[in-house]
């Protein structure tokens, strides 16, 4: 009987040893299955001044006005963007389980992806993944990585994440350069309307095009701002004086200033990096005018 029972024990500390060793395995697994850096695409060579404003920018290498990811992410933006993609952003661990299951229902019954269910988190994995295929087994490996990029990064960091590498038509990348190619400016210098309509363009980049897409942007647009107005995110105000205000038309061309301090930072081998210099564009660009006048 004491026999049975010590091959009964050993079976078991057996079966125990095997399962343990298994779920070390699939943790050491998912803990060095996120990719660092999770992007390694090329970035444009990027020069500002004391206070950061755009002084003259060289495309990256792959064709794409794409600048260096960015750590600050401008409220108008933030908000705009989680109330049109993930007003749960900052309450999930990487996916939202009742979008989540109910898109995996519906592209069960349909057998193809009709409906994401991603979360901004899962949008990062998916965007730092370019060029893999949408399946539903895709799908897990998003939500798997999300979670586990969950617990390295902070929310605030995934979102900036995003902002710096969506698509916003085109050859443009990041919000940065599209706040420049749309609007001529720094992001945080937008209004809520180009906020907003910044926000939905990563979800279908091509309406940023003139014609006929005009009218599907403008229309996403002031439904977010709708919703920001219902969300008590902006005032009836607010709302209406963003809704009257017109889409963004031809791309501004990206400041010129200082195209001999490009090719020094190039050269210097600050190539794809934003660099900072003592110059202030304000005071620069008066006296640049100030020289001009005096020689005509």
């Known amino acids: 009987m004491f026999a049975l029972k010590e091959k009964i024990l050993k ?35 990027v020069i500002e001044d004391i206070n950061g404003n755009l002084l003259g920018a060289k495309i990256a290498g792959d064709g794409q ?26 309450y999930h661990l990487g996916f939202n389980p009742i979008s989540f299951g109910r898109a995996i229902i519906q592209n069960i019954k349909s057998r193809k992806i009709e409906s994401g269910g991603s979360t901004l988190s899962m949008q990062v994995i998916r965007l730092s993944r370019n ?97 920001l107005n219902k969300e008590k995110v902006i005032d009836d105000a607010t709302c209406e004086l963003a809704k009257s205000e017109p889409l963004p038309g031809k791309p501004y061309p990206l400041p010129h200033f200082a195209p001999h301090l490009i090719d020094l930072a190039i050269k210097d081998g600050y190539s794809g990096q934003r660099t900072k210099t003592t110059i202030n564009f304000d005071l620069q660009n008066r006296i640049n005018e100030i020289v001009e006048a005096h020689h005509q």
Not at 165 to 189: E, I, M, Q, T
């Open 131 to 227: 060029g893999k295929s949408r399946t539903i087994f895709e799908k897990i490996v998003e939500v798997i990585l999300a979670t586990r990029m969950e617990l390295t990064y902070s929310k605030k960091e995934i979102l900036a994440l995003y902002a710096s590498n969506a698509p916003f038509g085109g050859n443009v990348v990041g919000l940065d350069a599209a706040s420049w190619r749309y609007f001529g400016r720094n992001p945080d210098k937008l209004s809520w309307a180009e906020s907003a309509t910044l926000a939905v363009l990563p979800n279908a980049p091509s309406l940023i095009f003139p014609g006929k897409n005009q009218k599907k942007l403008l229309l996403k647009r002031n439904r977010l701002l709708d919703k």
């Open 65 to 90: 006005w794409r600048f260096a990811n960015n750590n600050k992410v401008p409220e108008k933006f933030e908000k705009s963007i989680i109330y049109f993609e993930d007003e749960y952003f900052y």
């Open 11 to 45: 079976y078991f500390n057996k079966k125990r040893s095997i399962i343990a060793g298994v779920l070390l395995v699939l943790f050491l697994v998912f803990w060095f299955s996120l990719p660092s850096p999770l992007f390694k695409t090329p970035t444009s060579t």
